[in-house]
């Protein structure tokens, strides 16, 4: 079973999204920042096959992201609005997807959220292959 760590501020998307993704057969792990996700991981002794967090709170945890394991697991950041991380600054944060946040909870697409997470964990399976 794949392992979702999931970060975001935003209480409603985070249990949402978490719930979503559990009946979908993903284990999840949430946290409200990087900081909370560090000692989770490193109190579970979990290890993490995807990240799904919010473009700020990645910004704002940036030191503490070698502690979640994000030179090694694919990052998938949520914004609220377009152009809320640029190219240069999503490549040195380890994001191989930027998704948009809807603007309540309830407006989750969750076969949307689903497909896109099948597809970033077979490209970095895919990846593990051959790299």
């Known amino acids: 079973m794949d392992t979702i760590l999931l970060i975001d501020y ?10 979503i993704l559990m009946r979908a057969g993903y284990t999840v792990w949430p946290a409200r920042d990087v900081a909370s996700a560090a000692a989770l991981i490193f ?8 990240i799904i967090a919010d473009a700020g709170g990645l910004l704002a945890g940036e030191s503490q992201l070698p502690s979640i394991g994000a030179k ?3 990052i998938v950041a949520t914004t609220e609005f377009d152009g809320d ?3 240069s600054t999503a ?3 380890g994001v191989v997807r930027v998704a948009p946040r809807p ?3 309830e407006a989750l697409d969750a076969g949307e959220w689903i497909e896109m997470v099948r ?11 051959h790299a």
């Open 10 to 19: 935003d209480l409603g998307f985070l249990l949402t999204l978490a719930n």
């Open 43 to 50: 109190e579970a002794g979990i290890a993490v096959d995807l």
């Open 72 to 74: 090694r697991t694919p």
């Open 85 to 87: 991380i640029d190219g």
């Open 91 to 93: 490549e040195r944060l």
């Open 103 to 105: 603007v309540t909870a």
């Open 119 to 129: 597809s970033v964990m077979a490209a970095s399976r895919a990846g593990r292959r």
